[in-house]
């Protein structure tokens, strides 16, 4: 990433990724009042979606059947639907969320990545996200993150209905999970995405294969054994220079 990209990513995240400190908020006790405001803040927010959802899904029953199958398929056809919109949901998020790196590679103006900012900065509040987080963020975001990745899989391949519920309900299970910040039986960790949250500029992806593919994969343990290897390229410089001092 360029320096103006990482300028903003200590921005939005707040805290050094890596510092020694553990930025999560889970490690306290109790709620302040500053978190319990922002909860609050975030019941509002998921109420007013999900109002405005279930509006556009009763007018897509009177309005949109030509974008729903009305016929039950056998067994296969929802499967290959789930797997295509998976592969869907996967990229179209992922490339929102690193949308920013993504305008810092191409140069794109500065008011480019300082609008994504103050869209995406919402949902980025808890460096240590709880599950009511996963749709805590700005409108637009909600639209081009959220709902668009979800839904465009189901309508491209014509979904009966109930894949659709059955996908929809997948796909905001992971997503709790994902900000929940607990490790649960069967259920993948929530470590990863956890951590984008604290550093902001790793594990764009729910999954993590883009992530391995484009080199923004990262851990807590990733970051520190860097820091171990710069510290002691550094410490292996000094001694050098003392060396070479010496012999002069």
């Not at 309005?63 to 919109?85: C, D, M, N, Q």
């Not at 998976?86 to 920013?100: N, Y």
């Amino acid at each position: 990433m360029t320096a103006s990209s990482s300028e903003l990513s200590s921005e939005l995240k707040h805290v050094d990724p890596e510092q020694e400190q553990d930025a999560s908020l889970t490690d306290e006790w109790g709620p302040t009042v500053l978190h319990s405001t922002k909860a609050l803040f975030e019941v509002g927010d998921v109420f007013f979606y999900s109002v405005v959802i279930a509006i556009f899904f009763g007018s897509l029953h009177t309005y949109g059947e030509r974008f729903w199958s009305h016929i039950l398929a056998t067994y296969s056809k929802p499967v290959i639907i789930l797997g295509g919109s998976f592969i869907v949901s996967q990229v179209g998020f992922w490339f929102w969320v690193s949308l920013l790196a993504i305008l810092d590679l191409y140069q794109f103006p500065k008011s480019f990545w300082r609008f994504y900012k103050r869209i995406h900065k919402q949902h980025h509040l808890f460096t240590a996200p709880i599950g009511i987080a996963a749709i805590y963020c700005h409108p637009l975001e909600h639209f081009m993150c959220n709902l668009s990745p979800l839904l465009l899989g189901p309508v491209v391949m014509k979904s009966h209905v109930l894949t659709l519920w059955l996908w929809i309900t997948i796909g905001q299970t992971n997503a709790i999970n994902s900000h929940c910040g607990f490790q649960l039986p069967l259920f993948p960790s929530p470590l990863g995405h956890d951590y984008h949250h604290e550093v902001f500029n790793k594990n764009y992806g729910p999954v993590g294969v883009l992530d391995w593919f484009h080199g923004t994969a990262g851990t807590r343990e990733m970051a520190e054994e860097k820091k171990r290897l710069r510290a002691a390229a550094a410490a292996a410089a000094a001694k050098k220079q003392q060396a070479e001092l010496k012999q002069e």
